[in-house]
């Protein structure tokens, strides 16, 4: 569905040399600003979801399960994001573990998202 939307041509403007940056196709927007977008979002939750994993000693009574959490398939993000591979710095050997560089996954997709979604806004 996504691929058909992002190959889908609308006969709204196209971006021709031209053409004003703000002139755009629901194509580009949707392969460009959309999906940065979301992914800004899924990246904050992915950090959201490792912070309440991380944190769950200090409340005992706090039910937490995230939306990603899926007991009939048995997927379980959260068990994901507790895994060695979830901070990949240090996973690859670039920092020491438990640096202050040693951050989840979700920063690193917040800060590629925002890049290009401000390479998207910007032309």
Known sequence: FFYYLSKTS?????QH?????SAMT???????????VL???????SIYVEYRVEHKAENPDDVFTALCDIEAIGASCSTVFSLPEAKMLSFFGLVPHGSILDIPNGYLGIAFYALSLTRYVTG
Do not use: D, E, R, W
């Open 17 to 21: 040399s031209n053409a004003s940056p």
């Open 10 to 14: 609308f006969n709204l403007p196209i």
């Open 39 to 45: 992914g800004i979002l899924l990246s904050a939750y």
């Open 26 to 36: 629901i194509s580009s927007f949707f392969n460009n600003g959309f999906l940065s």
